[in-house]
């Protein structure tokens, strides 16, 4: 099929990638001119496993492009996809203006001599915002004198990537969400999708088909706020039950366990730690909290989820004043800086929050993180001394706080780290590490919840 992705983020460039890979002919559109030359030539701007070998092969086949050209894309694609940025305004309400550029571009574009066109809100939008879409576009064709005559249907299909692994993820989804009331853009996203569906791309091919929920636009757009919101709540709960253990013994890790095993609760995003970060869960959160509060529902759990989430941050510093006592003077050095493994994004990264911490109480701050430590990034930490490899970090560090769980971390050589250290102290704010290994080559040992 004929497909045109509009942004190249990180939802839009995989969504792009991975459909001409299956061999739909997709062209991908973004304003940045440099951006779509990197793009042009293989090179992906952001880091994400596999993708740049996806990029290249769908290239060489003459399956994905990348252009400027909004009209052209607009002409080409018999499915076009919306993905451009979301971000959150100052007071958590959802910033749509680069959702309604995008929308009234393809109203200007849209002629009547245009073919049927399905309009796909991939990006992350507020509760409703199908049928306001649906009004840009039609607002942008009136203006550009291409009359009212309305032969196209927007769909909400939500994406579930997560980063780090967003490709994997594409081909091995868990369900295919996709919301509209025309039944015949529906069948035209399921043929889209249908290679996927029958899971000829999927690591396990043996498995059944990928369940696909048609449902109306407004459900669609709830599912993805209601998916995201739930995990972050289940981090959140996960961290409450930790702090509980901290107090009156017993550890999260084995908690965990226990209660995961329930296949009611089941094992995934029930791993204590600093809290979760990264560009979706925060944004997504308040955004639901924002509409909640428009529409007259003050939306208490997501409310605790997030405070409980801002609090276990603060918690990290205060271990570290328990153990240290006055930070003033004392250099903190941290395993890691990114939101999550396998990623350079360090949007809403809990170690930010730790460093401005840390540096507001006079500590100084060090950092090793195997991604940012050999770019050239930087953002964000002016007040942070990174280091290139773990033994410099620990050079002089009165504590570490392991704050990425990124693998290389478990088989680093702690013993001569602590050497190194002028106090080997370590918090470890994912419980990451082995806790009688850390105390046995010399680590004052401390986790969360354990
Ligand atoms: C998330 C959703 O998983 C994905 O479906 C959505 O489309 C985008 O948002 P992502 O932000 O890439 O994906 O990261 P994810 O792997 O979900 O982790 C989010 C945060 O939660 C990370 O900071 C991670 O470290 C933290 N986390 C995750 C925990 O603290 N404990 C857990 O048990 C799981």
Known sequence: MRVCVIGTGYVGLVTGVCLAHMGHDVVCIDNNQAKVELMRSGQSPIHEPGLPETMQSSIAAGKVSFSTDLAAGVEHGEILFIAVGTPSLPDGST????IEAVARGIGASLTP???YKVIVNKSTVPIGSGDWVRMIILDGMEASGNGKSANFDVVSNPEFLREGSAVFDTFNPDRIVLGSANPKAIAMMEQLYQGIIDRKFAEDASLPTVPVVKTDLNSAEMIKYAANAFLAV???????????CDRVGGNVKEVSRGIGLDSRIGNKFLQAG????????????SSL???AGDYGYNAEILQSCVHVNKQ?????VEKLQQVLKVLKGKTIGLLGLTFKPDTDDMRDAPALTLIDQLDRLGARVKAYDPIV?????????SNVMVETDPERLADGCDALVLVTDWAQFKDLDYASMAGFMNNPVIIDARNFLDPVAMTNVGFDYR????
């Open 95 to 98: 910033d749509t203006r680069y």
């Open 234 to 244: 289940k981090i959140s709960f996960i961290n409450e039950v930790a702090n509980i």
């Open 373 to 381: 430590s050999q770019s050239g990034i930087r953002d964000g930490l």
């Open 289 to 291: 909290i924002h509409t």
């Open 274 to 285: 600093i809290g979760w970060g990264g560009s979706c869960f925060a944004k997504d959160v």
């Open 447 to 450: 986790g969360m919840g354990i």
């Open 113 to 115: 001599q245009s073919g």
């Open 312 to 316: 276990q941050r603060v918690l990290v």
